[in-house]
T-cell receptor
Framework: DAGVTQSPTHLIKTRGQQVTLRCSPK?????VSWYQQALGQGPQFIFQ???????QRGNFPDRFSGHQFPNYSSELNVNALLLGDSALYLC?????????????FGPGTRLTVT | AQSVTQLDSQVPVFEEAPVELRCNYS??????LFWYVQYPNQGLQLLLK??????LVKGINGFEAEFNKSQTSFHLRKPSVHISDTAEYFC????????????FGSGTRLLVRP
């Protein structure tokens, strides 16, 4: 049973560019949440996708957008990259209505903006 | 808005000694509480969770935590630590109205010395 997978593992981009990160949820899960973890800090909730729609959103600008596909996988897009967007981006999957309320995290994508 | 405070940024301890990592949350509403561990260059792994019922929760790797509603705390404990427990530990909370949206603390680095 594959867990949550993310790609790529590492990414280096230049200020102003755009980036797309990808996430495949754990088998049987239908919900994907994205978190940003800056160096030395705890993860911060970006948004959550369920049934191909954004269900909840944290305090992030519109430069951050996402998508969920019919197979439940998800993408995180960031436009007009800033140096402050450098962080570890974590994807977590869960099952809406599941009794364990547990989110399973992927290994993350390390984004460096130069 | 929900917030989580982890009072210690770093906790050094000798191998086989007991340890307590402190966590306080700000909320008067019903919440779910979690502790995650993050090893270097990895994602988050769930140690334990409190959803309801007994206030003493046991998790993996010999960790346990106690939910104290009156003090809005959820401290993590282990009676005897190992070198391999060296990692970053995050406390997280979600409230019942926005389940699966986790609010994390800033983390506590547990450093186990021989």
């Amino acid at each position: 049973d594959a867990g949550v997978t993310q790609s790529p593992t590492h990414l280096i981009k230049t200020r102003g560019q755009q980036v797309t990160l990808r996430c495949s949820p754990k088998s049987g899960h239908d919900t994907v949440s994205w978190y940003q973890q800056a160096l030395g800090q705890g993860p911060q909730f970006i948004f959550q996708y369920y049934e191909e729609e954004e269900r909840q959103r944290g305090n992030f600008p519109d430069r951050f957008s996402g998508h969920q596909f019919p197979n439940y996988s998800s993408e995180l897009n960031v436009n007009a990259l800033l140096l402050g967007d450098s962080a570890l981006y974590l994807c977590a999957s869960s099952l809406i209505g599941g009794s364990d309320y547990e989110q399973y995290f992927g290994p993350g994508t390390r984004l460096t903006v130069t | 808005a929900q917030s989580v405070t982890q009072l210690d940024s770093q906790v050094p301890v000798f191998e086989e000694a007991p340890v307590e990592l402190r966590c306080n949350y700000s909320s008067s509403v019903s919440v779910y509480l979690f502790w995650y561990v993050q090893y270097p260059n990895q994602g988050l792994q769930l140690l334990l969770k409190y959803l309801s019922g007994s206030t003493l929760v046991k998790g993996i790797n010999g960790f346990e935590a106690e939910f104290n509603k009156s003090q809005t705390s959820f401290h993590l404990r282990k009676p005897s630590v190992h070198i391999s427990d060296t990692a970053e530990y995050f406390c997280a909370v979600s409230d019942h109205s926005s389940s699966y949206k986790l609010i994390f603390g800033s983390g506590t680095r547990l450093l186990v010395r021989p």
